[in-house]
């Protein structure tokens, strides 16, 4: 995560602090928060009930008005509807306790959530009216009731609806709608939560009563409830019904709110206190039956009532979290084994799921994998469920794609609600794994800084600056401090999954102060650097006041400089065994200064002005040096006899993420500024060689030995003074010859045909792979072995250039001991410490990627542990890469006349050739009269058959022999 420091006007932030007598801090913060205005900070630091606009300004005020006093008047019973979250019940509860009080005949009603879900439900407005009520008022819901509206009106009902969600394309036709986010809506503040809504109904009352303002304030202590639990802006009027508010909730006579801040250990009750304590146990009546009890809570004025409903909340609360917790780790378990944690949303399922808390492990989900996150319960068939988003990802519009797959589906940016048909989940994730593949959203997650302190800066009049703009919540967030370079003391961590964080921050003059985290992203307990090098922390926190001084509540938190790259470098590694597809290149970045190619530069930058044509025998790390210097110079050609062994030369070469290099040959055809390719592509003018500044030609001797013929052909192409031939053999030729050699030192043991294990007793160890496909697969298994394997790292092409060059570093630098890799590397198994084991547990297609493996100047042990039956799936891979009889095969096609994509692919199956490798043999057909994959097909075969086949059964010296010394005394390469 990105720590980002504020920047202000420090010239404007001292003349309000002047001017209005602030200290500086506070003028800094309001000026970061765009108060500029000196009438607009007065109203913001000092929110009154002058403040506030005349309620009649609200679109139906005066209609919603003038039917609830008719009401009165007439006497016509009034019943109020609310919703079951903190907002509803709070609503319900200010509407009731007004206009009971004034004259009223009121009874109220709030749903369940599991039985009957959001909104006015026909079916107990009819009930209603039997009972006589002939007025509907509703609070935090209404505004998408259409059928219930119209069934009320038949009834001969008034229909008053009080609201505050967004409205879709129309408006019930309610006798009265106020919502401030009704599209034709002029009230300069739109952002009321539904009991502010309520409150602004009450006061227009009031008005026309002739009712004191203050009287109407005496609830003031639930709408500031309401109003925070809803995480409504606390900006404008809202500012002042809740910095009121929280002065009459500290002054409460309400019973049961006293019970339950008692029970909570509440004090002086704060906003914070509010949204992270007391309305979550509010919530939990309605999210696990009925919200009833969170209400008769509010309204009891009954002690021994209160005891027992405040006690039955807290129970509540603790259920709703086992459930919570229960169904949380079901829904990783189903996530960690099971291809949705490689989707960029993530979509789990699971049967009987407590709809009450699907929202919560939604977001729980979201902050461990940092991913959009989608949690469904099914039953009967159906599918209900609830969506979290991360920041930056508008979670409405991404899905709004995939619309159809869902029943019903709604929501905003951060969060939405549907229901889905059981049956279509795997559809939808098969949508969004083809739409979206292995992308991932780039969530650009960072924490802005208000001001950076040390830890002696940290004192009362740091609170005291800060209690200017408390209350703090949802558009007025708790200022963020970076304390810096700061001493530990002492450090905990705790919870479940030890994402918390106690510690004790001491400064340069002992002064010390305390901080707790919570649900940190990174689990730091686990991280090496933590416990072993720990002096001192970067901590990046709001600052509170708990009952005997400033308190942290920490955000997040980095080792200081001091000890950073240690630091940087077991956390490297710690995030990649962790989840290494989220790693994120900006949190790596110092891992791109290590080049380790410039020492090797240095003994072949004179061939760069060597005549040519010449010869350049070396070990494959000093090649590999030589190819990636010569790209820097000039566009560069690396002819190859054939996919093998330019697939050898255009894996090692990746380990360097060379810019703009391509490997081309009969399925890759796109040409970059660089080009590894095979003699046929050549040969058969598919790529302009005089284009290029350098043209190389890798292991032509082997072509030659392959088809005269071809390599005749090859040499006819190309002009004689452009040429470089590059080898890692020895041979004889009737052109200039350089040798640049290192020794490899290294050691080799027979295992073929022994049982693969993974146990080891040396402190270094390396399992070789020469199918890159089988790294993932056998990492990921080995990865969960335990502590043994903690630490291991894999090395593929499929990697991210920064993770390439960080995992290459850190193997130089020591700090990496276990890895599995794919073979044509560089030498990066033998950068492993002197006495490694290496282990190769797949057949190579070729001699080269043993020499690969052992050619660093580390002294290392190569181990083969390949067997018949690996050499014999080795073969049938190739045959299968490169089909016989595709000639026929694409007859074939054009004789059944196959027209579409569908009838394409059946043909595909049933051929067994891929659709990749039969599309292009078709356009080749079509194009050139010639199927490039079938003249490809020969050199890789009889190649493969002649020099790579002898290592199944060649002695261990034999196969030795060839790796020390590459001498092929039966070659003469003539030029």
């Known amino acids: 995560m990105k720590w980002e420091l504020k920047k202000f006007n420090k010239e404007l932030a001292q003349k309000i602090s002047e001017e209005l007598n602030l200290p500086f801090l506070t003028s800094q913060l309001l000026v970061t928060r765009g108060y500029t205005d000196f009438e607009e900070i007065e109203k913001f630091l000092y929110p009154s009930k002058k403040h506030l606009r005349s309620p009649f300004l609200l679109k139906d005020m005066d209609k919603a008005v003038k039917y609830l006093l008719e009401a009165r008047e007439k006497k016509l019973p009034v019943f109020v509807y609310g919703d079951y979250d903190v907002d509803g019940i709070t609503g319900v509860a200010t509407l009731v306790t007004f206009l009971s009080k004034y004259g009223w005949k009121v009874d109220y009603y709030i749903p369940n959530r599991l039985d009957e879900g959001y909104g006015i439900q026909p079916q107990v407005v009819e009930e209603y009216f039997k009972k006589g009520y002939r007025v509907l008022l509703s609070v935090d819901c209404g505004i998408t009731s259409f059928e219930a509206v119209e069934k009320a009106r038949k009834l001969g009902m008034h229909v008053i609806i009080t609201d505050h969600h967004t409205i879709k394309d129309k408006i019930p036709e309610a006798h009265a709608v106020v919502d401030p986010k009704r599209e034709d809506e002029t009230y300069p503040f739109r952002d009321f939560a539904g009991v502010g809504v309520a409150y602004k109904l009450i006061s227009a009352v009031a008005q026309e009563l002739g009712i004191p303002g203050d009287k109407v304030d005496e609830v003031l202590d639930i709408v500031a409830l309401g109003t925070i639990a809803d995480m409504v802006d606390l900006v404008d009027e809202n500012r002042y019904i809740v910095k009121e508010g929280l002065k009459r909730l500290n002054a409460t006579n309400r019973i049961g709110l006293l019970q339950l801040m008692k029970k909570l250990n509440i004090t002086n009750i704060s906003s914070q206190d509010i949204g992270y304590r007391l309305a979550p146990k509010l919530n939990a009546a309605g999210r696990l039956y009925s919200a009833e009890d969170a209400y008769k809570l509010i309204m009891t004025d009954n002690i021994s009532s209160a005891e027992q409903l405040a006690e039955m909340l807290m129970g509540y609360n603790f259920t709703r979290q086992e459930i919570e917790n229960k169904i949380f780790k079901e829904a990783i378990e189903k996530i960690e084994h099971s291809k949705i944690k490689d989707l960029p949303i993530l979509i789990v399922s699971g049967n009987n799921w407590h709809a009450g808390v699907l929202g919560i492990v939604a977001t729980k989900l979201v902050q461990k994998y940092n991913k959009p996150s989608l949690v469904v319960s099914l039953e009967n068939g159906i599918g209900r469920g609830s969506g979290r988003s991360v920041d930056g990802v508008n979670i409405l519009e991404v899905l709004s794609d995939f619309a159809s797959y869902f029943e019903e589906f709604g929501g905003h940016p951060m969060a939405i609600g549907f229901s889905i048909k059981d049956e279509k989940i795997p559809e939808l994730i098969e949508a969004i794994s083809e739409k979206f593949g292995n992308t991932f959203f780039e969530v650009d997650s960072k924490i802005e800084i208000d001001s950076i302190l040390e830890v002696d800066d940290i004192n009362d009049e740091i609170i005291d600056s800060l209690r200017y703009l408390e209350p703090f919540g949802h558009g007025n967030p708790e200022p963020v401090f970076l304390i810096k370079d700061s001493i530990v003391d002492r450090i905990r961590f705790f919870g479940n999954t030890n994402s918390n964080v106690r ?209 005749e052909k090859l040499l006819k192409k190309l002009k004689k003074d452009k040429l470089i031939i590059t080898s890692l053999y020895k041979f004889d030729t009737n052109i200039p010859l350089y040798s640049e050699e290192r020794k490899l030192n290294f050691g080799l043991e027979d295992r073929r045909n022994s049982k693969k294990t993974i146990d080891y007793d040396v402190d270094s160890i390396a399992f070789l792979f020469s199918n890159y496909n089988y790294v993932t697969k056998f990492y990921e298994k080995l990865i969960t072995k335990g502590y043994k394997f903690k630490d291991l790292v894999f090395y593929s092409p499929i ?32 950068m492993l410490p002197n006495g490694s084991e290496i282990r190769l547990f797949d057949f190579p297609l070729s001699v080269k990627e043993l020499i690969d493996a052992v050619s660093g100047d580390s002294y290392t042990i190569l181990q083969l542990y390949y067997n018949e039956e690996d050499a014999k799936k080795r073969m049938e891979h190739l045959k299968k890469l490169f089909p016989e009889n595709l000639e026929n095969v694409v007859k074939e096609f054009f004789e059944n006349n196959i027209k579409n994509k569908e009838e394409f692919l059946e043909f595909s199956k049933n051929v067994s050739i891929s659709p990749k490798i039969l599309n292009q043999a078709i356009k080749d057909y079509k194009e050139i009269k010639k199927i490039l994959r079938n003249v490809e097909r020969e050199f890789e075969l009889r190649y493969f058959e002649r020099y790579t086949m002898f290592l199944l059964n060649n002695s261990i010296k034999d196969i030795y022999k060839m790796i020390e010394e590459r001498d092929m005394y039966d070659t003469y390469l003539e030029i």
Do not use: C
């Open 799 to 830: 990697l991210e250039d920064f993770q390439k060059k960080a995992i290459s570093t850190l193997i130089k630098k020591g700090r990496i001991k276990k890895l599995v890799s794919s073979t044509n590397s560089d030498g990066l198994p033998s």
């Open 503 to 711: 510690m004790i921050l001491k400064g340069k003059n002992k002064q010390t102060v305390e901080g707790i985290g919570f649900g940190l992203r990174k689990n730091y307990y686990d991280i090496p650097a933590i416990q072993a090098f720990l002096t001192s922390l970067d901590v990046v926190a709001n600052i509170r006041k708990n009952g005997v001084g400033p308190i942290l509540n920490i955000l997040d938190f980095k080792i200081s400089s001091i000890h950073e790259e240690d630091y940087n470098d077991k956390y490297f590694i710690y995030s990649f065994t962790n989840d290494w597809k989220s790693q994120k290149e900006e949190e790596f970045k110092h891992f791109g200064v290590f080049d380790e190619l410039s020492q090797r530069y240095e003994k072949v930058e004179k061939y760069l002005h060597v005549q040519r044509p010449f010869v350049l025998q070396m070990d494959p790390m000093t090649r590999n040096a030589f190819l990636m210097l010569l790209m820097q110079k000039g566009r560069t050609l690396i002819v190859n006899p054939n996919n093998i062994e330019a697939l050898h030369v255009y894996e090692s070469l990746s380990r360097h993420s060379p810019k703009d290099l391509s490997f081309v040959n009969s399925l890759n055809r796109k040409i970059s500024n660089h080009v590894i390719t095979n003699a046929v592509m050549l040969v058969e003018e598919q790529i302009p060689v005089d284009d290029f500044d350098f043209i190389v030609l890798n292991e032509i001797h082997i072509l030659s030995a392959l088809s005269t013929e071809m390599y």
